[in-house]
């Protein structure tokens, strides 16, 4: 079953700005905010959430950024492997992906970035992890999988939060 993270947040409209991209080059910027847009629509679609993208100059609820190693907070990365990404709890709205991991778009190959993004949304969102291997909210990183759901558990979960 979902547990919950801790907290939630006082509002169902929520912004969110991409303030860092990955440094591999061969993904586009484009793609990077395509992917975050699906990831936050896989949620909103199962509960009264909307996301509105707001440019990263502009303060946002949630602020997604690609960074490696020590980047400010508490928790550094550790380079490739182990910790691919972490998210604070409502309504600190901070999802940062580790910069060093292989990260990949619909490939079968490297790091999904759509998963982890959808997980990491998750957490940011205030769900803990679940104990039932096929929801999302399971710790462990799943791979490119192109008919993606989220598990009845993870709707369960967010719908009991908003
Ligand atoms: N990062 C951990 C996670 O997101 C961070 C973490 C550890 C954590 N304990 C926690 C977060 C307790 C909230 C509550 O679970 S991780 C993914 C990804 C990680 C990343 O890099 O170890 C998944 C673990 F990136 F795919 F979303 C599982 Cl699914
Ligand atoms: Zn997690």
Do not use: C
Not at 13 to 41: C, F
Not at 132 to 153: I, K, Q
Request: hydrophobic content about 40%.
């Amino acid at each position: 079953r979902f547990s919950i993270f801790g907290g939630k947040w006082s509002k169902q409209n929520l912004t969110y700005a991409i303030q860092r991209y990955p440094s591999i080059k061969h993904l586009s910027r484009l793609a990077v905010a395509d992917e975050m847009e699906k990831a936050l629509g896989t949620w909103a679609a199962v509960a009264e959430l909307n996301f509105l993208s707001v440019q990263r100059n502009e303060t946002a609820d949630i602020e997604i950024m690609f960074v490696s190693g020590s980047h400010g907070d508490e928790m550094p990365f550790d380079g490739v492997g182990k910790v691919l990404a972490h998210a604070s709890s409502p309504t600190s709205g901070k999802v940062h992906f580790d910069d060093d991991e292989p990260w990949t778009i619909r490939k079968y190959t490297g790091q999904n970035m759509f998963y982890a993004a959808v997980h990491e949304f998750g957490h940011a969102l205030g769900l803990g992890h679940s104990k039932n291997t096929t929801s999302v909210m399971f710790p462990y990183a799943g791979m490119y999988d192109p008919s993606f759901r989220l598990h009845s558990d993870d709707i369960q979960g967010i719908q009991d939060l908003y």
